[in-house]
């Protein structure tokens, strides 16, 4: 794991924090409809952060996983 892949899954942390910060906000001022927006957005965010790093979770096991042997072709018959 680079520090890039790093500092991108901080980033996107540190969004999705600031939009569940949002949504709590709404739903405890009581403002229901902003908050059920807000609550799709926050959704959305938690989606990106997941498919994210199971792509860095994925890029990392491909690297450690040895190469397959060639397979041979034999010709039939």
Request: with cysteine; aromatic share 4%; net charge neutral.
């Amino acid at each position: 794991m680079s520090a890039v892949d790093n500092l991108m899954l901080d980033a996107k942390q540190a969004i999705l924090d600031e939009q569940h910060r949002r949504f709590r906000a709404l739903q405890q001022e009581g403002r229901w409809s902003e908050a059920m927006k807000q609550f799709h957005v926050t959704l959305g965010c938690a989606s990106d952060l997941l498919n994210e790093s199971l792509q860095l979770l994925q890029r990392v096991l491909d690297k450690r996983r040895p190469p397959e042997p060639p397979t041979s072709a034999s010709p039939a018959g």
